[in-house]
């Protein structure tokens, strides 16, 4: 049901898609370029973060030293309870390392993994602002940023996700391969 749910809303919302793509304003190379001031400029009242590739490399429990900088740099503002974590790979130490060092960050936990929009939606009627208020950052296409589609969030599309091929070879190149083939389709 899940795969046939999200096919269907892949070629419903592909022009949006192809939009996010080539829109200098919904993508970035890093999380690092994203300015958490010009987000919230621009009307972004609520940030909400994938993990993997977006925040660090698949499968690590932190962020690296620098996101952890840009990740203080957006509590200071937006306020660290406006900050969510929707990831589709909730690891239990990741859980621990954020409620340890920002016990105000929520984890988004939620049935069906993204793109269905449940976790968007939670973080939407939690904070309590319109979908146009909430931004994702995401490094997949069909899952994070189809999911934004759905929600009628903002989308930040990362096209240089951060990757470990050291660590974890396969997985990283599984996902390298993945999202190429995502970024053919859709431009």
């Given at each position: ?50 993990f993997d590739g977006v925040l660090s490399y698949q499968d690590a429990i932190m962020p690296n030293e620098k996101v952890m900088v840009w990740l203080h740099n957006a509590c200071a503002i937006f306020q660290e ?107």
């Amino acid at each position: 049901m899940s795969i046939i749910y999200g096919l269907r809303q892949m070629f419903q919302h592909r022009a949006d898609l192809r939009s996010i793509i080539h829109s200098k304003e919904a993508s970035a190379k890093t999380l690092l370029d994203l300015s958490p001031q010009a987000l919230k400029t621009r009307g972004v009242d609520v940030l909400a973060l994938d993990f993997d590739g977006v925040l660090s490399y698949q499968d690590a429990i932190m962020p690296n030293e620098k996101v952890m900088v840009w990740l203080h740099n957006a509590c200071a503002i937006f306020q660290e309870k406006n900050i969510y974590l929707l990831t589709n790979n909730p690891l239990p130490a990741r859980a621990a390392f954020f409620n340890k060092t920002f016990p105000a960050m929520t984890f988004v936990s939620f049935h069906y993994k993204k793109p269905h929009p449940e976790g968007l939606e939670k973080i939407i009627a939690q904070s309590g602002v319109k979908p146009d208020q909430v931004v994702l950052v995401d490094d997949r296409l069909t899952t994070g940023i189809l999911a934004t589609c759905i929600a009628g969030t903002q989308a930040i599309y990362i096209t240089q996700p951060f990757v470990n091929l050291k660590g974890n070879h396969v997985k990283e190149q599984f996902f390298k391969i993945i999202r190429a083939l995502e970024r053919w389709f859709f431009t």
